[in-house]
């Protein structure tokens, strides 16, 4: 944590930005090159216990210049006032909760464990075992100290409140309310299928495609095609675990995307900053619509568990034959996308282990894919609802949360 123990006040604090923004409109080459001359490395290592795996040459000067100013003030909640900026300084705590959701789960994960069957609205039938329930209370109890904190800190009058696929459901009106700030959206067990399935003769378990899956997401005010005022709910922030592998995903609006592999080694996703010019998403458009004799063909991802026919007709749509299908499980899927944004096209093996795109007609609920859509999205990619008649995928709208139906509709990520 930050040293909240400053003797500076908020007034001294804010003049103390207001005069970083004088320099450096009044001295650009300056400030620029005060920038470019900043020990990043050092910077880096100071930041290692914040912000883990945050590779400073990625981010912006923008950003790099608030890392700075959080380090050298240690006020970053006062300077921003919030729900990002204290999300952010307590980004280590959520990756210290998600990894012991990990040991959690894995020690629940035994042939002889206890199982139980629920039935959603739609008459699908899940698992719920020991490792939904107990990840769950983990998860929400620590949410809960949140979103109290945020209520002191965002003022009384803004309430936060939890989503989760095991919690009671909270009716719309209360989720909807103009005094509610924000929401955390909990999956704490995301395929429970593939956690749960074992060979019958041999007892061994046959799939580790499960992940523990936690994201913040908030209202923002948009104009609709009509130019008419609305709310829509977007993700901010997302922290998704694989506890078989130990390898753990987060994304946060303000500083991208990391991917903390198994190793330990810490990595960011995406496009760099530099790359942010559309050049990549010229070529992904060229790659996805306009595909040709000679060119490798769409890697997708679909789920492994619910085959649905309509991905198939909605490839081919697009694709024709010219595309293969990579069967995964949870929202590893969706992850998949993101690690091919950041062009991780080979393990250690020499495998291909990203994606290009994933399509899923089928029912999801937005606890399913919440988190990992904050890793997409931060990372550059997006998750929209799919719509028939869009030649394009990037002209369909974005998935929205916070809906009076959480089920999503269908939707692909790119």
Same mark, same amino acid.
């Given at each position: ?38 020990? /990043? ?61 990990? @040991? ?12 139980? /069957? ?9 698992? !719920? ?6 990840? =769950? ?17 965002? %003022? ?56 523990? =899956? ?16 609305? @709310?829509? /709910? ?23 995307? @990391? ?11 995406? /496009? ?27 890697? !997708?991802? !679909? ?9 198939? %007709? ?14 995964? %499980? ?49 990372? %550059? ?10 030649? =394009? ?22």
């Amino acid at each position: 944590m930050f040293n909240t123990n400053s003797t500076l006040t908020r007034e001294q604090l804010l003049d103390a930005i207001d005069k970083i923004r004088a320099f450096k409109l009044s001295n650009p080459d300056t400030y620029d090159k005060l920038m470019m001359n900043c020990p /990043w490395t050092e910077l880096k290592d100071l930041f290692a216990d914040q912000y883990k795996g945050i590779d400073v040459d990625y981010l912006s000067t923008e950003k790099r210049m608030a890392l700075l100013v959080r380090h050298i003030l240690g006020f970053s909640r006062v300077l921003e006032g919030s729900v990002a900026s204290y999300l952010l300084d307590e980004l280590g705590e959520f990756i210290d909760l998600i990894r012991e959701c990990n @040991v959690v789960v894995m020690s629940e994960r035994h042939p002889d464990m206890e199982i139980e /069957w629920k039935t959603d609205a739609k008459g699908r039938k899940s698992a !719920v075992t020991q490792a939904d329930l107990k990840c =769950n209370a983990l998860i929400c109890d620590h949410l809960e100290d949140v979103c109290d904190m945020l209520s002191q800190w965002m %003022g009384k009058e803004k309430r936060y409140i939890i989503i989760s696929e095991e919690n009671a459901e909270v009716p719309f009106e209360e989720r909807a309310g103009d005094d509610v700030g924000g929401a955390f959206w909990v999956d704490p067990l995301d395929g429970t299928a593939n956690f749960i399935g074992m060979d019958e003769e041999t007892r061994q378990f046959l799939d580790n495609d499960f992940t523990v =899956n936690i994201a913040y997401c908030e209202p923002i005010r948009v104009k609709d095609a009509d130019g008419l005022e609305k @709310v829509r /709910w977007e993700p901010k922030f997302g922290i998704v675990s694989l506890p078989a592998t130990g390898e753990i995903y987060y994304g946060h609006c303000d500083i991208g995307s @990391v991917k903390i592999h198994t190793n330990g080694e810490e990595t960011s996703l995406g /496009w760099t900053e530099s790359r942010r010019n559309g050049n990549d998403i010229c070529l992904l458009n060229e790659k996805l619509f306009e595909v040709g004799d000679g060119r490798a063909p769409i890697r !997708v991802a !679909v789920s492994a568990k619910h085959p649905d026919p309509k991905t198939k %007709g909605i490839l081919e749509r697009y694709f024709g034959e010219h595309y293969e299908t990579i069967p995964a %499980g949870s929202s590893k899927k969706i992850l998949m996308v993101a690690d091919d944004l950041s062009r991780y096209y080979s393990d250690s093996g020499g495998n291909k282990v990203g994606a290009d795109i994933y399509v899923r007609p089928g029912p999801t609920m937005e606890w399913d894919i919440a988190a990992a859509h904050a890793v997409l999205k931060c990372a %550059g990619g997006t998750l929209v609802q799919y719509t028939e008649g869009k030649n =394009n995928f990037y002209d369909m709208p974005e998935v929205e949360y916070n809906k009076p139906s959480l089920y999503n509709t269908p939707f692909v990520a790119l």
